[in-house]
């Protein structure tokens, strides 16, 4: 049982380049979602996801784009990277919604040069 | 919004001393979460309160939730080097997309053995 696998672990980027942060969870989780971490901002959520088919924004969603095709996968989108993207991203999945305790990925650590 | 304010940001501490930090919501809450994230890692979580006025005890962690579901407290008596890391609590915010878990900015714990 892996749990809440991200990838990949570190990434350099040029601005106005396009990338996806991959997240998978096996844990069967109805409930997926993206943060970022930022020092003395603490976790700030971009965009969840209630079940397959189903998204919606966080509030930071601008620049970020997210689909959810399968309950196992929740990748998100950079379209047109920017230096104010550079940052820590999470990935977290709890087993059916906001009121149950989230399980995060090991991050992402991206910068946007 | 929904916002979750959390204080202090930083606390310094000598081995052995206690240690509290404080969460407020903007708005009346369902439950609370608190997390814990150590130097390089991901958040864990630690524990969830549910009900106006309760209080949970993890070894020297004590939870508090207000009476009025809207405030939250981490006490550690005798800190230990092992409880560096930062510390956030977490609200869900439901709505007709299934919720969204906010979370403060965070209390970043260093203890000087």
């Known amino acids: 049982n892996a749990g809440v696998t991200q990838t990949p672990k570190f990434q350099v980027l040029k601005t106005g380049q396009s990338m996806t942060l991959q997240c998978a969870q096996d844990?069967?989780?109805?409930?997926m979602s993206w943060y970022r971490q930022d020092p003395g901002m603490g976790l700030r959520l971009i965009h969840y996801?209630?079940?397959?088919?189903?998204?919606d924004q966080g509030e930071v969603p601008n620049g970020y784009n997210v689909s959810r095709s399968t309950t196992e996968d929740f990748p998100l989108r950079l379209l047109s990277a920017a230096p104010s993207q550079t940052s820590v991203y999470f990935c977290?999945?709890?087993?059916?919604?906001?009121?149950?305790?989230?399980?995060f990925g090991s991050g992402t650590q991206l910068s946007v040069l | 919004g929904q916002q979750v304010m959390q204080i202090p940001q930083y606390q310094h501490v000598q081995e052995g001393e206690d240690f509290t930090t404080y969460c407020n919501s903007s708005?009346?809450?369902?439950?609370i979460q608190w997390y814990k994230q150590r130097p390089g890692g991901h958040p864990v979580f630690l524990i969830q309160?549910?009900?106006?006025?309760e209080v949970k005890k993890q070894k020297r962690l004590t939870f508090q939730f207000g009476e009025a579901k809207k405030n939250s407290s981490l006490h550690i008596t005798a800190t230990q080097t092992t409880d560096v890391g930062t510390y956030f609590c977490a609200g869900p915010y439901m709505n007709n997309q299934g919720g969204k878990l906010i979370f403060g900015q965070g209390t970043e714990l260093s203890v000087k053995p």
């Open positions: 309160l549910v009900k106006s006025g």
């Open positions: 977290a999945s709890s087993r059916q919604g906001a009121k149950e305790k989230l399980f």
């Open positions: 708005t009346t809450l369902s439950n």
């Open positions: 996801s209630v079940g397959a088919g189903i998204t």
């Open positions: 844990m069967n989780h109805e409930y």
